[in-house]
């Protein structure tokens, strides 16, 4: 995003001072590396014989003797899912994993945001007694189902908890819990996503089933579970968690898959009317094309119509309901504009009211903004002001729901469990991570709760950097701006979150630049005294007019092959910009 006349500090990223043994490696591929805290070829090994073994996770024994006697005695099982990619993907993995492992009836649940809120709660409850289960399983969810869990257990129904949520200071009295976040687990990450953890789960499984010689009392083939790969790869991008070298190696193998051509048709589907080509695709691609269009279906309509799309064997209703979801993703793009304007305006009245500076937390309301939206509207402003923001919208019967995002720093979910304790009455719930959560509160405690938020976060900033900063690995030489090393980066890393992709920076005359497509800049670039003219786009650009004449400019910059009608250029995908000149 571009926000004219919000200026960034380009900074080197870090590298560590440990002696790498990489071996033959390019020079600027060995300081992204450096600089991401690898020091190894070992570090580089992204096959599967490199995870972790899933009964370090705690609970799994309990999870997987309950799952082998519901399948040994054909139990009806209900998931009950969560409203986001992660919770799709959550979902498709749990069903088609448990098919293939010799279950019974699946069935599924997935509650609507608008009607039912987040999670198994009591009224969900109710909904699953319908499909008369035998067991509820949980994924995405359930950790803080205290409620939900024990309406579920008074109906007689055993149920099975797969979160990677933090929990709260009561765990749910579930049959099992699996989550890698529990305090004590023995599993060296907290950052799987919900769709890891229930692949996890899987995993387990399966080990123990071929312990039993199930497969061959049953005379059934062993499945391949690398199979759900794909929307493991998705679920975990989406979900914005850390690409640790755990979470790597599962989005690599779900990268491999979608590339080879074996992917489940709701993925190629997705992938098709994003405009992406399977082949190529990247981490990025699963995170701001294929999650997005996923995502519209819970924030703008329903998630069971994203699930659908994930499970359907047939190519033709992929493709369907993939042109749906991206009907939805359009609309929530243009509602998402209007409320992007509405609160920066919000913004600049809490300027005038005090010029020196904005709260250190910041809050926003608007009676008429959408409930699917305002996480993204959270995340927006979260960019451009550089401190947590929580972003509100009515949810009717005097109650108001919130999405909060944070930055490095403020653990947000600590945040709003320090306002719970100081201020019992205020929260009526509230969960997530540290750069993510949600809340709901009453109407009328909203302005207590500002109040009580920017102070909390207040209190956590004496070590907090707000000055808005870019990292850098560096520049590049005029050799180095090639197709060859654009390809050597984008298969030398699973980049995303925590690990990012790797973005360069440098002072580049401009030779034309126009607006395209209303909100995009494209240019053409080129380096100081050479020859060369590079092609760079700027994607959503507030007020692309401001940028247009310009003669100079300090760019950073990600470095990409545009492909188009079979032609094959450098290109440069900018991500920041200072006028020069």
């Not at 497509?517 to 380096?527: A, N, S, T, Y």
Request: aromatic share 6%; proline share 5%; glycine share 8%.
């Amino acid at each position: 995003m571009y926000y004219p006349g919000v200026k960034k500090t380009i900074v080197a990223r870090p590298i560590g001072k440990k002696r790498p043994q990489f071996g033959e490696l390019h020079p600027v591929l060995e300081r992204i590396y450096l600089a991401r805290g690898l020091r190894s070829e070992a570090d580089l090994d992204r096959t599967l014989a490199k995870l972790p073994s899933p009964w370090l996770l705690s609970g799994m024994e309990d999870m997987v003797a309950h799952l082998i006697a519901a399948i040994n005695e054909g139990q009806r099982i209900s998931v009950i899912a969560d409203f986001d990619a992660d919770g799709a993907t959550s979902c498709a993995v749990a069903i088609k994993g448990l098919q293939l492992l010799g279950a019974g009836p699946v069935s599924f649940i997935v509650p609507n945001r608008f009607e039912y809120g987040y999670g198994l709660t009591p009224e969900i409850v109710e909904l699953v007694k319908q499909q008369k289960p035998d067991i509820i399983i949980t994924v995405d969810n359930g950790i803080s189902s205290i409620d939900g869990v024990k309406a579920a257990k008074n109906s007689g129904l055993k149920v099975l908890v797969t979160d990677h949520h933090l929990p709260g200071h009561e765990l749910p009295a579930a049959d099992a819990i699996v989550n890698p976040n529990l305090p004590d687990d023995k599993f060296p990450s907290g950052a799987l996503a919900g769709v890891g953890v229930i692949f996890y789960v899987l995993m387990a499984l399966r080990s123990r089933l071929r312990e039993q010689n199930w497969f061959e009392k049953h005379q059934v083939q062993e499945p391949n579970l690398a199979q759900l790969l794909d929307y493991v790869a998705l679920g975990s991008v989406a979900d914005v968690v850390p690409l640790d070298r755990i979470n790597r190696i599962l989005v690599y193998q779900g990268l491999l898959r979608i590339r080879t051509g074996r992917a489940h048709p709701g993925v190629n589907a997705l992938i098709e009317v994003s405009g992406k080509k399977a082949q190529s695709i990247s981490s990025s691609d699963l995170g701001f094309s294929l999650g997005p269009r996923l995502n519209a279906a819970g924030r703008m309509d329903d998630m069971s119509l994203g699930i659908e799309c994930l499970l359907t064997e047939d190519p033709a209703h992929a493709r369907e309901i993939a042109l749906q979801l991206d009907d939805l993703n359009n609309d929530r793009r243009e509602i998402e504009g209007q409320m992007k304007k509405e609160a920066v305006a919000l913004l600049r009245e809490m300027k005038t009211l005090d010029e020196n500076h904005l709260p250190a937390g910041v809050c926003l309301f608007n009676a008429d903004w959408h409930q699917g939206v305002i996480g993204i509207l959270a995340s927006r402003i979260k960019d451009r002001v550089h401190r947590p923001v929580i972003a509100f919208a009515s949810a009717g019967k005097d109650e108001i729901k919130g999405s909060a995002r944070s930055i490095p720093g403020i653990h947000i979910r600590d945040v709003l469990s320090d306002i719970a304790a100081e201020h019992p009455k205020l929260l009526s719930k509230f969960g997530g991570h540290a750069m993510a959560a949600g809340l709901s509160l009453k109407m009328h405690d909203y302005p207590p709760f500002a109040l009580a938020f920017d102070e909390m976060v207040r209190k956590r900033l004496a070590n907090v950097d707000l000055e808005l900063k870019i990292y850098s690995d560096g520049e590049l030489s005029e050799n180095d701006i090639s197709i060859e090393f654009a390809a050597l980066l984008q298969n030398a890393g699973t980049w995303g979150q925590e690990f990012p992709e790797p973005v360069f920076d440098g002072t580049f005359d401009v030779i034309q630049s126009r607006i395209v497509g209303q909100r995009h800049l494209k240019l053409v670039l080129r380096k100081p005294d050479t020859e060369q003219l590079i092609d760079a786009i700027a994607f959503y650009v507030d007020h692309p007019e401001q940028w247009l004449g310009l003669r100079s400019c300090k760019i950073v910059y990600k470095l990409d092959i545009n492909e188009f009608r079979g032609n094959r250029n450098v290109q440069f995908i900018l991500q920041y910009m200072e006028k020069i000149a």
